[in-house]
């Protein structure tokens, strides 16, 4: 069973800082991509960042240049740092992992559409 354990989050003013940290468990065969969505109601969910089992990354325009994903591949976690941040970063932000990818246009916490979902973080950042 595919797991996922997220931590941190939390309120901070406009321009603060926040690190994201989700450790994963279940992936004995296959390293999955990691990433983090987001989603606010009534809006769509938003894939925020992902990093694939080659390191690469991807950011979404909206947060490119103030968030960085990184990962420690010995205690299966990845991070997410937040800096600079705007008011409209505040969302509900899920974890998630794929053997395969992480891709967009699905709906945050969607059953079978990845391998595994973190249970969510608030993010609020006030002004």
């Known amino acids: 069973e595919f797991q996922l354990v997220e931590s941190g989050g939390g309120s901070v003013q406009v321009g603060g800082s926040l690190r994201l940290s989700c450790t994963a468990s279940?992936?004995?065969?296959?390293?999955?991509?990691m990433g983090w969505y987001r989603q606010v109601p009534g809006a769509e969910c938003e894939l925020v960042s992902r990093?694939?089992?080659?390191?690469?990354?991807y950011y979404a325009d909206s947060v490119k240049g103030r968030f960085t994903i990184s990962q420690d591949n010995a205690k299966n976690t990845a991070y997410l740092k937040m800096d600079s941040l705007k008011p409209e970063d505040t969302s509900v932000y899920y974890c998630?992992?794929?053997?395969?990818?992480?891709?967009?246009?699905?709906?945050?916490?969607?059953?079978?559409?990845?391998?595994?979902w973190g249970q969510g973080t608030l993010v609020t950042v006030s002004s």
């Open positions: 990093i694939s089992k080659d390191g690469s990354t």
């Open positions: 279940g992936f004995t065969y296959d390293e999955p991509d």
């Open positions: 998630a992992a794929d053997r395969h990818d992480l891709w967009t246009g699905l709906d945050c916490l969607e059953e079978g559409a990845l391998d595994a």
